[in-house]
C-alpha cells in the first residue's frame, strides 16, 4: 500500500507476513513520515509492523525507528544507535521535528554498516 503526504510524496506501506495488518493509527503515520522525510535519501523506506506493540520505519533490511503513539505511550525509539533502547517520549506528533539529530546518526550508522546493517 502506498501512502502521501501534504506534498504529494509517497510512501510504501509493507506487512510483515501475510497475516500481520500494519493497524497503524494516523498519528503513528504521520510521525513515521515526518522521520521518512528528513533522510537524506527515503529510498527503499517502508512502514511495517514486526510487533503488536509499536510500527517500524525501516529502510532496506535496517530499522530507522520503533514507533508507538497512542493514549497511553507515545514514543520513539531509534534502535540502531541507542545501546540502551532509549525511547524519547512525545506529547505531539509534531514533537518529532526535534529528531534530527537522531535520524542523521542513525542513517550515518546505515551508511557505514550498509543495507543490510
Request: glycine share 4%; proline share 3%.
Amino acid at each position: 500500500m502506498e501512502i502521501k503526504d501534504s506534498n504529494g510524496n509517497s510512501f510504501n506501506i509493507a506487512h510483515y507476513g501475510e497475516e500481520r495488518d500494519l493497524n497503524a493509527n494516523t498519528d503513528e503515520l504521520q510521525i513515521a513520515v515526518y522521520l521518512i522525510k528528513m533522510l537524506p535519501s527515503p529510498d527503499y523506506c517502508r512502514i511495517v509492523r514486526v510487533s503488536d506493540s509499536y510500527i517500524t520505519v525501516k529502510c532496506g533490511s535496517w530499522d530507522l525507528a520503533r514507533i508507538k503513539y497512542t493514549d497511553r505511550a507515545k514514543w520513539v525509539l531509534f534502535p540502531t544507535i541507542e545501546k540502551q533502547k532509549e525511547k524519547h517520549s512525545i506529547e505531539k506528533t509534531e514533537d518529532v521535528k526535534e529528531f534530527q539529530e537522531y535520524v542523521d546518526k542513525s542513517y550515518e550508522h546505515f551508511l557505514k554498516y550498509g543495507i543490510n546493517c
